[in-house]
């Protein structure tokens, strides 16, 4: 046998599956075989999904495709929509590499039964994946999961499966009517702003420079080495803003053109990161739950309407129900995901999660928006610099009004899937009584999510296996009153965040095998 041990295993890892379609669909990386991302498995994977709808009354109804630019999109893509063409449904892609937003957006739209996006979001190079969204516009959530999942075991191999080859392809109207709906989002006001962003090599920079001439704002600057869709990705070495270095190029342009705000997409365009300059004059990207805050507090300022819901996950800082406390506004918290968050109730205008996942328009797309997010940004940095003030002031006077919220995160990346849950049931079985000097209750979140949180005052930790990457994540928050000054709570907050974190990561470090 060639290529020795190592092919051996390769060969192993490849053979061992299928991939397993969850509320995400599928992600993995592209390699031959039924544990990865290529034709044959997004052809059986499609015609599990037709037989799905055609058993939930949607036989013939219209579906929409779109991509992003990553190796095997296209073909992907145009498999996918083959498959559901010959089943007899009214398959439409989308015209080109467009975020995922948009797709999200078509289905409402177009009055779709579904929309199938081929992405694997911020994953790294290797990967490809395959996103499921309902009628409704939103991700799938269970038991349709199982349910296609079982109806994809059912459908034959891929080469006995039918494709019809000639689908349609919208035209670019449906970019236009959706940066359209966009360019309504914020109030008219203040537009003098200039903008540095990136798209992270992705298929954003297009989009998001339209979206933002559209609301008045043109005096945008794009990182040029990362506004042509590249699947490999050449100048980060993990395309998520959230990752340290990956949007080093955004600051150096943003403090290069004295940019008043940086905006990072990740490589779909459905998450958008925001950075600032300090007052040091130096550059930082914003946390999610930073921008989080931040929009909310703006939307529920501004909204028109009479009972607005805001929503956000049992990871994300608690200061967004204080915000909405404030408003007279209703407030929900969800299991991590926007398949839950879009889903929160009615009278929904805005959601976010901490990971980076905004989602400002809920009335015409029905998940995270990141282009959406980016004008709302801009308008409310507009705003603010109009009257002398910036994003920083604006979270100083929410510390003030509702406390000091610090979070953070750790991610244990495991090799072995089954470590995640080895090391979460000893946490079960063995809890703490106190992390930083503060006596905690430890719940168990099954069977909603396999979580526990552990809480106490002024602390709170959440871990959980993440649905989409090889982790597992650990949440934590410290949550301290302005009682004198802000920097005294700002500072007794940071020191208590910060033994909380040697304290979560011994335990972490203690149950590992």
Known sequence: MRGGPGAVVDLEDRMRGPLTFGTAGLRGPVRAGPNGMNTAVVIRTTAGVAAWLSAHGKAGETVVVGRDARHGSERFALAAA???????????????????????????????????????????????GYKLYDDSGSQIVPPSDGEI???????????????????????????????????????????????????????????VQRALAGAGFTDVHLVAEQSVPDPDFPTVSFPNPEEPGATDLLLALAADVEADLAIALDPDAD?????????????????????????????????????????????????????????????AE????????????????????????????????RDKDGIAAAVLACDLAATLRATGRSLLDVLDELARRHGVHLTDQLSLRVTDLSVRGEVLD???QSPPTSLAGVPVSTEDLRPGTDAVRMSGAG???????????????????????VAVSLDEAKAVAADRLAALRADVEALLSKHLP
Not at 156 to 176: D, F, S
Not at 463 to 473: A, C, F, V, W, Y
Request: aromatic residues 4%.
């Open 426 to 428: 000893a946490v079960r």
């Open 334 to 365: 969800t299991l991590t995901g926007f398949k839950w968050l879009t889903r929160a109730g009615a009278g929904l205008v805005f959601a976010y999660e901490e990971a980076l996942g905004l989602c400002v328009n809920p009335d015409f797309v």
């Open 82 to 128: 083959e498959v559901l063409a010959a089943a007899g449904f009214d398959a439409r892609l989308l015209p080109g590499p467009l975020p995922t937003p948009v797709l999200a957006f078509a289905v409402k739209h177009l009055g779709a039964a579904a929309g199938v996006q081929i992405t694997a979001s911020h994953n790294p190079p290797a990967d490809n």
């Open 459 to 481: 602390v709170r930790v959440v871990i959980r296996p993440s649905g989409t990457e090889p982790k597992l994540k650990t949440y934590l928050q410290t949550v301290e009153p």
């Open 271 to 331: 998450r958008c990161a925001l950075g600032v300059r300090d007052r040091g004059r130096s550059w930082r990207m914003l946390r999610g739950d930073e921008a989080g805050v931040l929009l909310g507090e703006h939307v529920l300022s501004t909204t028109s309407s009479e009972d607005p819901l805001v929503a956000t996950t049992i990871v994300s800082s608690s200061m967004l129900s204080r915000i909405a406390e404030a408003h007279g506004a209703r407030y």
């Open 149 to 207: 999942e079982a109806a994809i075991a059912a459908a034959p191999v891929a080469r006995e499966v039918a494709r019809k080859p000639g689908v349609p392809v919208l035209g670019e109207e449906i970019v236009e009517d959706y940066l359209a709906r966009v360019a309504t989002i914020p109030p008219a006001g203040a537009r003098t702003l200039r903008v540095a962003a990136t798209a992270l090599h992705g298929v954003g920079a297009d989009v």
